[in-house]
């Protein structure tokens, strides 16, 4: 099966739901690499479109023949830079296209490989740049921040959400029912890969209703439902058998729990310290469902008092 949020990636900075003024310094990037293509150090919220920035910088300077990319969540320590960075940079001759290392989920890398990459970027940078993404700011090294040229990628208006929901729907020729596209807008923003997975998933027989959409929260009202029974058992037969967006299933407790009369005020702070240490470890873990386990288990223990 065709996954559509990779299917309909845009293919050019002109098709990206951003800022116009940072869309107009992505072009002026590509127009001329050699002057005006900085390191960059992209942030923002997952969905924000930070790796199609990324795919489409490569595209339009280097090209992926002349490209190094490394997933920091997969590969993460000092020896991938003392092995294929530093490899890969030092192979750069001033004969050469510009070269490009794109650095996915940077903010998963080590410290120790973070501090390894100071002098490699100031090296070679006449021939070779840098291009990073992130979600979380400070997890990067200050010395790192001060060499890349931060920008920071923000969500796109809901309308225009909606409307590229509605280009997709056409595309694949499928039927909407009408307020569909709002239900799964108010269900996954700002996530807009999260928007159109939803969307794929809810097509039935070329057809999309307002009735299959899953309403905002409804995992995580099922999940505190069973913890409120004390059973772990079909919490995790729910968390192994469902596709759940965990750090949207962490977000949505936060505000299941706080609004939970029954409890003592005691256990709402307890609950929601685990919550939070939770939801900052969620990202950077190979397996998260485990994590969100372990919360889970230690929030019974609270509710058992």
């Known amino acids: 099966m065709t996954i559509w949020c990779e299917k309909y990636r845009p293919k ?48 339009e300077t280097s090209g992926p023949e002349n490209c190094l990319k490394i997933n920091s969540s997969d590969e993460r320590g000092i ?27 940077f903010d998963s890398m080590t410290r120790e490989a973070q501090n390894s990459l100071r002098n490699i970027i100031e090296e070679y940078s006449k021939y070779c740049r840098f291009i990073c993404t992130g979600n979380y700011l400070n997890r990067v090294i200050l010395p790192l921040r001060s060499r890349l040229r931060i920008v920071e990628l ?7 959400v909606i409307e590229r929901l509605g280009f997709i729907c056409k595309q694949e020729n499928v039927v909407i ?22 969307l794929q998933m809810s097509v039935i027989n070329g057809k999309v209703f307002k ?13 505190w439902s069973f913890m409120r029974q004390r059973k772990f058992g079909p919490i995790r037969e729910k968390l192994v058998k469902e596709d759940i967006d ?11 729990i706080f609004f939970d009369d029954s409890l003592t005020g005691e256990q ?15 990202p950077i873990v190979e397996i998260p469902r485990i994590e969100l386990e372990g919360f889970i288990l230690r929030g019974l223990e609270i509710l058992r008092g």
């Open 12 to 59: 050019s900075f002109d098709e990206m739901i951003i800022d116009p003024l940072l869309k107009q310094k992505f072009l002026e990037m590509v127009k001329n690499p050699d002057v005006n293509l900085n390191h960059l150090l992209l942030v923002g919220s997952p969905g924000t479109g930070k790796t199609t920035v990324c795919k489409l910088l490569v595209q």
């Open 79 to 105: 020896g991938v830079v003392r092995e294929k960075i530093k490899s890969f940079t030092r192979s750069v001759s001033f004969n050469d296209k510009l070269k490009i290392v794109f650095l996915d989920e």
């Open 154 to 160: 923000k969500y796109p208006k809901r309308e225009e």
């Open 177 to 198: 029912e009408e307020g569909t596209l709002e239900e799964i807008v108010e269900y996954s923003y700002p996530d807009i890969r999260k928007c159109i997975n939803v």
């Open 211 to 223: 009735s299959g959409i899953k309403k905002v929260g409804e995992d995580a009202k099922e999940v």
């Open 246 to 256: 965990i750090s949207g299933l962490v977000r949505d407790l936060e505000e299941v």
């Open 268 to 282: 709402t702070k307890k609950l929601l310290l685990e919550l939070a240490e939770t939801n900052r470890v969620v």
